[in-house]
């Protein structure tokens, strides 16, 4: 077990459809500007500038990422359900979600643990993680007059997005990288 895991990050979900959108699109901005995110094993669904795609129900962004240098890739779907002109609410099924901090207002990239394709169908708790030495996590809470947005899930902390594309890149490198990672040992663990 590791002392050196970082905290559990408590987050608010991003469920505005403006704010997903320059999120998105500020995320994007940040991986086009390094050599490893270049290359069209990664893809970016809308195109720049587009508005979002119409799901059932809702509006979706999704991005595969696999990076030069890591043996995977990694699907995030980000979708908001349509349920009124002001009220679209964080889809729990998409694997990823933007938050913010409440504390300071820092807004993150997420992607959930919950992966039954690499890790497996249980999903990965805070002990679990610590246990394999993860990368920044977090989960997704509202106030308590409404659901839990994460469903109790942890998602993966792949990058702050106020800081320079260059380091929002190499963070989400970074976090790419752990996700494989922990998901080798869990797997290795589940046999």
Known sequence: MSDTTPTLLKLQPIEKRTEVAA???TWRSALATDERFRGGRNTFKP??????????????????????GLPAGLDIIIRLGDVSASYTPLDRNGSG?????????????????HDSKRIGSRPL??????QYAAPQSAELFHAASQGNA??????????????????????????????????????????
Not at 47 to 68: C, D, H, I, N, Q
Not at 125 to 130: C, D, G, I, R, V
Not at 152 to 163: E, I, K, N, P, S
């Open 97 to 113: 979600a933007f938050g913010r901090d409440p504390t300071d207002g820092a807004t993150y990239a997420l992607r959930q643990w």
């Open 125 to 130: 708790k805070e002990e679990t993680l610590a």
């Open 150 to 191: 994460g469903r109790g899930r942890l998602y993966l902390v792949l990058a702050r997005l106020d800081g320079p594309p260059a380091e929002i890149a190499q963070q989400t490198f970074e976090a790419l990288s752990g996700f494989h990672r922990v998901a080798a040992a869990a797997r290795e663990d589940a046999w």
């Open 47 to 68: 195109a720049a500038g587009s508005a979002p795609e119409a799901v059932k129900g809702g509006f979706e962004w999704r991005t595969t990422l696999r990076p030069t």
């Open 23 to 25: 999120l998105f699109e």
